[in-house]
C-alpha cells in the first residue's frame, strides 16, 4: 500500500494522499456554499494525517487561496460577485488585519494572549449563531404575520433590517453597487471590512467567518452575493497569506495542489448548491455550522483548564470538527442533487410538452 | 464615470499597500516559530530535487512561484471541473436570487 503514501519534498513526512483530496472536497463543498476559507476545518484534518503544525497552517492557506478562487469563478458566472464591494473592503480588510496582527504581538508581551483570543473568539461565535438564529425568528414571525394580512413578503426580505440602519448614513462619497443591490457610503464597507479584518487579525484567522455574516447584516448584501463576494475576497487574502506564511517557508505545495484536485470538485459542487438552496437554507446551515466551531472551542478551553482530560478534550475538538465537516458536506451534496435531478426533469419536461405542441 | 474613478483610485490604493509595506505585510506570518527548517535533498531526484533546493537555496524565489503556481493551478482545475458540470445539463449561468 506504498502507492497510497507521497513524501512531501519540504516536510519530509509521507502522507496519505487520498485523505488530503477527501479534505478537499469536504472543505471546498462547505468554502463554496458558505464563502469562506475553512482554516478552521482544515488545519486540525492536516494534522490528524501526519502534517507537522509548522506546515499545517501554510499549506492550509496555500490550498485556500486556489480553492477560493476556482469558487469565485463559478460564483462571478452565477452573477454572485460584487467585485467593487469586494476591492472596496479588501483595503479595509487588509488594514484592519495588520493593525490586529500587530496588537497580537503587542499582547504577546504582555502575555496569556492566547487564552483571551479563545475567549474573543467563543463570545464572537455565540454572538454570530445568536445574530443568524434571531434573524430567522424574526423572519419567521414577518412571514406569519404577511400571512395573516394575506399578502406575501419580498422574495428579498429579511429579518434583521440593521443594514438600513447603517445605509441611512450619508457621507460623501455615496456608492451603488449594482450586483448587491445596495446604495451606501463609501465609508460603511470600509469600516466594516476594517472591524472584521480587525478581529481577523487578532483571532489569526482568515475571516470568512466574521466577514460573511458582516456582509448580510451590516451592508446589507442578499446572501448568495454575500456568499460569492466573500470568496472573492478570500482569495486575494489568501494569495497575501501564502506569500507570508511561504517566506516563513511554511508551506508544502505539492500537499496544497493534491487537496486543490478534491477541491475542485467541492467547490463547484458547494458553489452550485447554492442555486438550490434559497438565502435563509444558507444562513440556517451556517448557524449551525458557527455552533460546531463554539463547541470545538470550548472543548480546547476545557483541554486547557483540565490538563488531566487534556487529551480526551482535544480529540472531543477534532473529532466535532471533521465530523461536522462531514455532516455539512454529505447534506450539501445531496441537496444539490436533488435540486440538478429536478431542473433536468423539468428541462425534459418542458422539451416533450414544446415537441408536442 | 464618477464610480469607476473611485475604484481605480481604491484598487491603487490597494496595491501601494502590498507594495510599498513589505514589513507591515510580513506581520502577518510574525507569530510563526522562529526557527530555520531546511528541506532534506537527499531524498529526492529530478524536480523535487529542484523544488527542494530552491526552497533550502531562497525562500523569496521559492514564495514567487508558489504564489504563480498556486491560482495557474486553481483556475486549470476550476476549468476542469466547470468542464464536467457543464456535461450534467443543468444551466451555469444563472440562479434566482431569493432569500426565501
Known sequence: MEWLYVLMPIAGVKIFWPGLIILGVGVGIIGGFFGMGGAW??????NILGFPMAFAIGTDIAHMAGKSLISTMRHGKFGNVD?????????????????????????????????????????LLAFIAWMVFSDVAKKKRKEREAARAGVKLEALATGLEWHKAIHRIKIPPMVHFKVAQIYVSFWMPVLVSFATGWLAGILG???????????????????????????????????????????????????????????AVGAQIGTVATKYIKGYGIRIAFGLAVVGCAVSIIFKLLA????????????????????????????????????????????KAAAKAAAAS | ????????????????????????????????????????????????????????????????????????????????????????GIDLKSRELAEH
Not at chain 1, 235 to 259: D, F, H, P, Q, W
Not at chain 1, 323 to 344: D, P, T
Not at chain 2, 64 to 85: E, K, N, Q, S
Request: proline share 3%; hydrophobic share 55%; glycine share 10%.
Open chain 1, 41 to 46: 476545518m482544515v488545519t486540525p484534518g492536516l
Open chain 1, 205 to 263: 484567522i482568515g475571516g470568512g467567518l466574521i466577514r460573511m455574516p458582516a456582509l448580510i447584516y451590516f451592508i446589507g448584501c442578499p446572501t448568495h452575493v454575500a456568499v460569492g463576494t466573500d470568496l472573492f475576497e478570500v482569495m486575494i487574502s489568501g494569495l497575501y497569506g501564502t506569500a507570508t506564511y511561504t517566506y516563513k517557508g511554511r508551506t508544502e505545495l505539492v500537499a496544497a495542489i493534491i487537496m486543490l484536485i478534491g477541491a
Open chain 2, 1 to 88: 464615470m464618477k464610480m469607476k474613478k473611485l475604484l481605480t483610485k481604491i484598487t491603487g490604493l490597494a496595491a501601494l499597500i502590498f507594495v510599498l509595506a513589505p514589513e507591515l505585510a510580513l506581520a502577518a506570518a510574525a507569530k510563526a516559530e522562529r526557527m530555520v527548517i531546511v528541506a532534506d535533498t537527499r531524498k529526492f531526484k529530478g524536480w523535487e530535487a529542484w523544488w527542494t533546493n530552491l526552497y533550502n537555496e531562497s525562500h523569496f524565489y521559492f514564495t514567487l512561484l508558489t504564489v504563480i503556481i498556486i491560482p495557474v493551478v486553481g483556475f486549470i482545475f476550476g476549468c476542469l471541473a466547470d468542464l464536467i458540470m457543464g456535461r450534467i
Open chain 1, 83 to 123: 467585485y467593487a464591494l469586494g476591492i472596496v473592503m479588501l483595503v479595509g480588510t487588509v488594514v484592519g488585519f495588520e493593525v490586529g496582527a500587530q496588537m497580537v504581538m503587542w499582547l504577546e508581551r504582555i502575555g496569556q494572549v492566547d487564552k483571551y483570543v479563545r475567549y474573543i473568539y467563543l463570545v
Open chain 1, 304 to 347: 486547557k483548564k483540565f490538563p488531566a482530560y487534556g487529551t480526551i478534550f482535544d480529540n472531543a475538538a477534532t473529532v466535532l470538527i471533521l465530523g461536522l465537516v462531514a455532516a455539512m458536506s454529505i447534506y450539501i451534496f445531496v441537496r444539490m442533487v436533488q435540486g440538478a435531478k429536478q431542473e433536468i426533469a423539468a428541462k
